[in-house]
């Protein structure tokens, strides 16, 4: 089936302005995952969820960044009061189901093409 | 503590060859998973291979083996018979499996392979 997919693909966006970036994990995949990549900071975890709930949201960097996900599927990420250091490429992921163990293949994250955030 | 760390900040191999990219990674955890991914230019992440920490073998997917050292805590990607199309950025990353924070995976700060014919 098709992957995960995200929108939209570029956003440019004026300082102190709101942004939403939406993600639609693969069909029947339980968990899903947002990160954050730029050149300075490498690859950091913001927020995974399973189901609907988001049992780790220590790697939302302040409280302008919020995420849900309703009915298990889509997933919207929200940066209120865009600044400059938030340009980045954000990437969702999303998994079969997240184990207790190290479950082999069904904890594999699938990553969409990003959204690639630029502030102004 | 790093999680992961990834030394060869760029690696370069002829077309054919094979190459190994270096990775260590720190846990008290005993039961983790190990993944690589690719990075073309493009941007899109690629799984490429997953080992988990009481897998008995080696895990191989293709042209892809993971030479996975538990004592060492090493986790080295080697590429056989490299192709102009394997140049891209690799990162190797883990995931934990207690805690909170057991859904997250950890990267390190990626490897970018420039394949030469």
């Known amino acids: 089936g098709a992957g995960v997919s995200q929108s939209p693909s570029n956003k440019v966006t004026e300082k102190g302005k709101d942004v939403e970036l939406r993600c639609d994990p693969i069909s029947g995949h339980t968990a899903l995952y947002w990160y954050r990549q730029s050149l300075g900071q490498g690859l950091e975890f913001l927020i995974y969820?399973?189901?609907?709930?988001?049992?780790?949201k220590s790697g939302l960097p302040s409280d302008r960044f919020s995420a849900e996900r309703t009915g298990g599927s889509v997933s919207t990420l929200t940066i209120q009061r865009t600044q400059q250091e938030d340009s980045a490429v954000y990437l969702c992921?999303?998994?079969?189901?997240?184990?207790?163990?190290?479950?082999?293949?069904?904890?594999?994250?699938?990553f969409g093409a990003g959204t690639r955030l630029s502030v102004l | 503590a790093q999680k992961i760390t990834q030394t060869q900040p760029g690696m370069f191999v002829q077309e054919k060859e094979a190459v190994t990219l270096d990775c260590t990674y720190d846990t008290s955890d005993p039961s983790y998973g190990l993944f690589w991914y690719k990075q073309p230019s493009s941007g899109e992440m690629i799984f490429l291979i997953y080992?988990?920490?009481?897998?008995?073998q080696n895990a191989t997917e293709g042209r892809y083996s993971l030479n996975f050292q538990k004592a060492r805590k090493s986790a080295n990607l080697v590429i056989s018979a490299s192709q102009l199309g394997d140049s891209a950025m690799y990162f190797c990353a883990m995931r934990e499996s207690r805690g909170s924070t057991l859904g997250r995976l950890y990267f390190g700060r990626g490897t970018q392979l420039t394949v030469w014919p």
């Open positions: 969820f399973q189901g609907n709930s988001a049992p780790d």
């Open positions: 080992q988990g920490s009481y897998d008995q």
């Open positions: 992921a999303s998994s079969l189901a997240i184990s207790g163990t190290s479950g082999g293949s069904s904890d594999i994250q699938y």
